[in-house]
């Protein structure tokens, strides 16, 4: 399993790190499960990385989900879901199985970003294109509900 990995065709690497200014908006956070080895910036106050395999741990406290970007994602958002206190870093894709089943029936509230966000590389330097898609935070709980509802992010929050 790869943990902390978003896929582009375009890049060389598949390894991409939430930019900063995400996490210092919405954060702090207690736990990252999908964190990689070697991050410029922590995520959170606890990290798992594909050493520790995060969607086999326990989570506790408020998470931060980026999870790994594919066919796998389906399995961290249904573990999110059952732990239901936390966001979600991911790939508006409205239209898949996963975000019917895990998201527009499960999560509280979404907040689609106004443009494509350009993550980051694990050296911290910015990617020189942007994620190649649109993406989107979900909240899962009351209280992400309300970091959302009211961050200073670019975009639009959507109750559910």
Not at 12 to 22: L, N, R, Y
Not at 52 to 80: A, T
Not at 123 to 129: H, N, P, V
Not at 138 to 145: I, M
Request: aromatic share 14%.
């Amino acid at each position: 399993m790869v943990i902390g990995k978003h896929q582009s065709h375009r890049m060389i690497t598949d390894e991409w790190i939430t930019p900063p200014e995400i996490i210092e908006e919405l954060g702090p956070f207690d736990l990252d499960p999908c964190s990689p080895i070697n991050r410029p910036w922590d995520t959170a106050k606890k990290h798992y990385t594909i050493e520790d395999d995060g969607l086999s741990k326990d989570w506790e406290g408020r998470v931060w989900l980026n999870p790994p970007y594919g066919r796998q994602v389906g399995f961290w958002l249904e573990k999110m879901v059952q732990h239901n206190h936390g966001i979600a870093l991911i790939f508006a894709r409205t239209e898949t199985q996963f975000f019917h089943k895990y998201i527009w029936y499960k999560a509280k509230g979404i907040f689609f970003f106004e443009g494509r966000l350009f993550f980051h590389k694990v050296d911290g330097t910015r990617a020189k294109s942007n994620s190649g898609a649109p993406s989107c935070l979900v909240a899962y709980g009351e209280d992400d509900f309300r970091c959302l509802e009211n961050c200073n992010l670019k975009g639009r929050f959507v109750a559910l």
